[in-house]
Each structure stands twice: as structure tokens, then as C-alpha cells.
């Protein structure tokens, strides 16, 4: 089974109009309203790749994980009916929303909600960011971005990405976070990015750690900087540059109450070349913690 892509984000909100103003002003990316007061958002030639929707929880709704045929999504159907692991068919109007032809789910050992489908529908028209801002997003073929998961038993959660769902592991660490050390494991499937998934082996209760968008440009991320200093956002990171896969980054808190990491560079691996590794530590430089401080 091969899952190509992160291609879409759904969160939960009940300041959808917060959430537009965030996104519009300081991630740069463009808004059009969905109906029954949602929101979508557009950062590429897809006619989104972020939703949100009116909902009190203020959480991550859903993942959704592009398959590259009806064939390839049918297959992997057919192989959880046999194998006994239960999954959810979408409704007309959760497809209709999602803009994809079929689309199934099923809830990770952490009950973090995991959509697969197949065949996004979309105009195709090119992305043009917010007046004001100049901003292109690094997706194509290697999607969203990268999303990272709570996963309160990490064993039981990578051998469901793995085993299920046919995710690789890419590297992991024990990092410092808060008072204690956390386990993280970065994963990724059939397309060049170093991880489109990551398991933090920690709960959070708004169902997302952190999710990545990466920009075209050195300059495009430090006037992300500028804007999200600009707008009183707390930083939680400073400027960095990870080990594992050598993006430079920050990370800055939402008023959502998670965090969205903006960076840029970040490697493109040939897989029949990989070694899984450990790293000892999570950065090359910077990325020092300053939430609080």
C-alpha cells in the first residue's frame, strides 16, 4: 500500500474567523469560504490543502493521506475488511467537502482520526498569496507539509503507520520537552520529504503537537518571522536548523493552542539510499525554547 502524501489538514474551531485572520496575515496563505461558515485554505494549485470547520473543540479534526489511484485505495479497503481492522466509509457530504472522489477512515491507536482517499478534485488554478505577502509553498508530489501526532503508547502507534498503513521510519529522538524527555519518531511514505509524519509519545489534548508548512525562500521564512513577531504570536522556538532533515525553522504558538512550524529547505531523500538513525539532539543550531521566557 502506498500512501503518496499529506494532503490535507481539518481542525476544528470555533473562531473560524480567527483562524482566517492568522492564516491570511501571517502564514500568507489564501482563504475562501467552504459553506455552512468553514474555511478553506490555499497555499498551492489545490483548491485547499488546510480546512477548517465551526466546531467548539478547537482540535485537529482529521489527517487526510492522498493514495495515487482508485486501485491502490480499493486495494488497501479490501485488505482491512480481510485482515479485520475496522473503517468508516466518508458520506456524501464529508466527500463533497473534502473535494476527493472516495475517501475512508480509521482512528490510529491514539484516536487521532486518519483519513485515506483517492482523486482530489480541485481547479487547478495557481496559488496567489494575500495582498501584501510574497509567499510560495513547497508541496507538489511531496504534499502539505509535515504533521506531527500524539501518541500516548508510541510502540502501538508506529506499528499501526507501519504495519497498516505502510509508513517507513525515518529516524527518532529523545528530546526534551517541558519538564520531561519525549519520544519522537519521524516517518514517511512514498514521496522525497524526510518525514510527512511524526509521533510524539505524549498526549495532547487538541489531537496535533505541531504541523509544518515549508516555504520557497531563505527571505520568504524571515518575513514569516517578521510577521508572526509583528503580530504578537509567541515563539516557541527560535530560528534553527534540525538535524534530520537540515530544514531552518521556527516554531511559534497558535492562538489555537498548538504550534505551526514555518521552514524552508528541508532535504529531499532518495529512499533506496536511507538508514534509519538516531539523532542526540533535535538541531544543528538555534531552536532554543523561549515560550515563557
Not at 482508485?70 to 456524501?92: L, P, S
Amino acid at each position: 500500500m502506498a500512501i503518496r502524501q499529506l494532503g490535507y489538514l481539518i481542525f476544528g474551531s470555533s473562531d473560524v474567523k480567527g483562524w482566517q485572520q492568522l492564516a491570511e496575515t501571517v502564514i500568507g496563505l489564501a482563504p475562501s469560504q467552504a459553506g455552512d461558515g468553514s474555511l478553506y485554505l490555499k497555499m498551492d494549485d489545490r483548491d485547499y490543502r488546510i480546512a477548517v470547520v465551526e466546531d467548539k473543540s478547537e482540535r485537529l479534526v482529521a489527517s487526510g493521506w492522498e493514495m495515487a489511484s482508485q486501485a491502490d485505495f480499493e486495494n488497501a479497503r479490501a485488505r482491512f475488511t480481510q485482515e479485520g481492522i475496522a473503517w468508516h466509509q466518508c458520506n456524501a457530504a464529508e466527500l463533497s467537502f473534502r473535494k476527493v472522489r472516495d475517501c475512508i477512515w480509521l482512528p490510529d491507536p491514539a484516536g487521532n482520526r486518519i483519513e485515506l482517499y483517492w482523486g482530489p478534485i480541485s481547479a487547478f488554478r495557481p496559488f496567489s498569496a494575500p495582498a501584501g505577502i510574497a509567499a510560495t509553498f513547497e508541496t507538489g508530489d511531496n504534499g502539505l507539509g509535515h504533521v506531527v501526532l500524539p501518541a500516548d503508547d508510541l510502540a502501538a502507534s508506529q506499528a499501526f503507520f507501519e504495519r497498516t498503513l505502510g509508513f517507513e521510519l525515518s529516524d527518532t529522538i529523545t528530546m526534551q520537552f517541558g519538564p520531561g524527555l519525549v519520544d519522537v519518531n519521524f516517518n514517511h511514505c512514498a514521496n522525497a520529504r524526510q518525514h510527512s509524519l511524526a509521533l510524539a509519545g505524549m498526549p495532547s489534548p487538541n489531537g496535533c503537537v505541531h504541523f509544518n508548512v515549508e516555504v520557497s525562500s531563505l527571505k520568504e521564512l524571515g518575513m514569516a518571522l517578521d510577521r508572526v513577531e509583528e503580530a504578537g504570536h509567541p515563539l516557541v522556538l527560535t530560528l534553527g536548523q534540525h538535524v534530520n532533515d537540515d530544514c531552518v525553522s521556527f516554531y511559534f504558538l497558535s492562538p489555537h493552542g498548538f504550534m505551526i512550524e514555518i521552514g524552508f529547505g528541508g532535504m529531499l531523500k532518495d529512499w533506496s539510499r536511507h538508514s534509519v538513525f538516531e539523532t542526540t539532539r533535535p538541531s544543528h543550531w538555534g531552536h532554543r525554547f523561549v515560550l515563557g521566557q
